[in-house]
C-alpha cells in the first residue's frame, strides 16, 4: 500500500496527516502548535513530518498547504502573516532535499476549495465557487475541473475586491474590501460600533467582541446582532452574484465559522444572490451550499493536491 | 486546401468570412446590415454564408459570435439585446441542418478574448483577462490556456459586477456596476450633467454628447473632459485591481472604442492598478496591452473557435 502526507500549516497549529492511496481517511492524524519558544517553525515541521511518517511506509508525495500567498509553480512561499521569516522561502525544495518525495504546496483556501470539490459537497461540479468567512475572506475556484491559479498562484483572492470605495480598511491596507465588510471580525466591529452609540441590544457592551457572540445574540433574536448578520450577508450576497457573473458555477460553496452560523447567514446572501444577479439563468441548475469537510478540510485539501501534483 | 467560415452576427451588421486553414487573414470577408425590412435576419444570415461559401469549397467548420448571451455547449441563443425573437434561439442546430458542417456559436465579448490569445497580443500568455469598453463593457478570460465558459457559457460578465451600490443604474437594470461608471456613454453622460451644472468646457451643451466627443476635447486638454476619463480609467483600474485578484493573469488586455483614446484612459488605469492591488506580486511579469486585432477582432475569434470546437 502507497500512501500520501498531507500538511496543513496554520499560523497557530501545525497538522500533519497520512493517507492510504485509495482513502481520504487518514490513518494518522496529527496537530503540534504552529510555534514555540526557542525553535524554528520549519525544525518543528520536519520533526512532525517525521513522527507519522512510520518507518519504510512508502509515501508517493507531500501536499502542503501554506496559509498565506504561494507559487505553486516554483514551490516558493512568498510571506505568511503569522509565521516570522516566511518569505520567499523555497519550502518545496527543503522538503523535497529532506525527505526525497515530490512536495507540492498550495494556498490553503485554495486547497479547500479543491477538497470540497474532490470529496465534499462539490463533487461532480465542473464549475465551482467557495468562499471561506471567518477571520479573514479567502477563495479557491475550480474552472472546467481544474483549480484556477493564475500566472504566480495568486489568483482567486476573493475576499479582496471593491465592494465599497469608501468602507471601512481592510486586513490588507486597502479600503472597502469584502473581507472588511463581511468577515466575521468585521461583523463583530459593526455590532461593537452601533453599541457604542446606544443601540440596544443584548450583547454586553465594549469593543472586544467576537463573531460567535454575535452569532449567539442573533439566534436569541437580538435585534442589532441580526442586523449585523443581514449586512454582512448582503455583502456577501451581492459580491457572490458578481461571482456568478464571473465564473458561472453551478455550486457556490460557503465555508468558514461564519458558514456555520447557518440560515442567520445564508438567508441574506441567498436573498442578495437573486436580486443582484444579471439574469435568472444564472440560478439555472445552480446550488448554494455550506462546506462539508469541517475542520480538516484543509488538510483534505492538501492530500488532493499531493494526489494531483500540478504541471510545473 | 481546407477552410473555415467565421460569422460576426452584430446588433447592425452581420459579417462573414472564409479563412484557409493555415492562416488568420481571409480569402474573403462580407458585411451586410443585420436587418432589413420585410425580410428574417436568420435568412439574412444563410444568404450571407451562402454569398462567401463558393462551391464545392471544402469547409472543415463554422464559428459564429453571438451578441448576447449563448450557451455554447447547446448551441442555443439565450437572446439578443438587439435582434427581435432570437430567444432561445437553436441557431447552432439550425446552421449545422442547413449546411451540414459542424458548428460552435460563443459569445462575442468571449471571442475577442479569444482571438487576442490566439493571434493578437496575448500570443503566447496562459492566463489573459480581456475588457472591451465601448457602448457596453464585455470580457472574456483565458485561464490556464483555455477559455473561460462556467456551466452555462455565461462567465466573463466584467462590466456586470457593482462597484459602487449607490452608483448609475445599468444598462442590464441593476445599479452601479462597471459598465455603468467606465463605459463611453456612461462617460460621456457624466461630462453632459456636468456641463449642465454650469461647469466650464468646450463641449457642445445638451445631453446628447458622445464618448468620442468628450475624447475630442479631452485630446484637445479640455479639463472637463479629461476628468471623465481620469474618472472612468480610475473606476476601470480599481475593478481590473480585483480582476488581477481573482485571476492572476500575465496580460490584461483592453478593446473597444474607448481603447483607442491611448494614455487618457490607459495613465488612469495604469495608476489605479498600481494603487489598488494587494500585493507588487500581480504585476511581477505583468503586461496592460490595448488589443491589437481591431475591428475584426470579433470575426477573428470566431475563427478561433471553430478551429477548436469546444466539447459538448
Known amino acids: ?34 510555534q514555540q519558544e526557542g525553535e524554528i517553525p520549519l525544525n518543528r515541521l520536519y520533526s512532525l513530518i517525521d513522527s507519522v511518517w512510520a518507518e519504510k511506509q512508502p509515501v508517493v508525495s507531500i501536499g502542503v498547504a501554506v496559509p498565506g500567498p ?39 483556501a485554495n ?7 474532490r470529496y465534499g459537497v462539490g463533487r461532480g461540479h465542473r464549475h465551482l465557487v467557495y468562499v471561506t468567512v471567518s477571520t479573514g475572506i ?16 495568486l489568483a482567486a483572492e476573493l475576499g479582496h475586491v471593491t465592494v465599497d470605495p469608501d468602507g471601512p480598511l481592510c486586513s490588507c491596507g486597502k479600503r472597502g474590501h469584502l473581507e472588511a465588510l463581511a468577515s466575521g471580525p468585521a461583523m463583530a466591529r459593526w455590532a461593537a ?63 468558514g465559522g461564519v458558514s456555520q452560523s447557518g440560515s442567520l447567514i ?13 439574469s435568472p439563468h444564472y440560478l439555472d441548475s445552480f446550488i448554494l451550499a455550506t462546506a462539508s469537510l469541517g475542520d480538516d478540510v484543509v488538510l483534505i485539501g492538501a492530500l488532493a493536491l499531493a494526489q494531483t501534483l500540478p504541471e510545473p
Open 1 to 34: 500500500m502507497n500512501y500520501y502526507i498531507a500538511i496543513d500549516i496554520g499560523g497557530t497549529q501545525l497538522r500533519a496527516a497520512v493517507f492510504p492511496e485509495d482513502s481520504s481517511i487518514p490513518v494518522i492524524i496529527r496537530k503540534i502548535p504552529t
Open 70 to 108: 504561494v507559487d505553486p509553480y516554483t514551490g516558493i512561499v512568498m510571506e505568511t502573516p503569522n509565521i516570522r521569516g516566511w518569505t520567499d522561502l523555497p519550502l518545496q525544495k527543503y522538503l523535497e532535499d529532506r525527505f526525497h518525495v515530490p512536495v507540492a504546496l498550495g494556498n490553503d
Open 111 to 117: 486547497l479547500a476549495a479543491l477538497a470540497e470539490w
Open 138 to 153: 479567502g477563495g479557491g475556484v475550480i474552472a472546467d475541473n481544474r483549480l484556477l491559479l493564475g500566472q504566480r498562484g
Open 193 to 255: 460600533e452601533e453599541l457604542n452609540k446606544g443601540r440596544p441590544s443584548c450583547l454586553p457592551p465594549g469593543l472586544a467582541l467576537t463573531a460567535k457572540q454575535v452569532a449567539e445574540a442573533a439566534s436569541a433574536g437580538d435585534t442589532l446582532a441580526l442586523e449585523a448578520f443581514q449586512r454582512a450577508g448582503t455583502a456577501l450576497g451581492r459580491t457572490l452574484a458578481d461571482y456568478l457573473h464571473i465564473f458561472n458555477p453551478s455550486i457556490l460553496v460557503i465555508g
Open 266 to 278: 445564508l438567508d441574506p446572501i441567498r436573498a442578495a444572490l437573486c436580486q443582484y444577479v444579471i
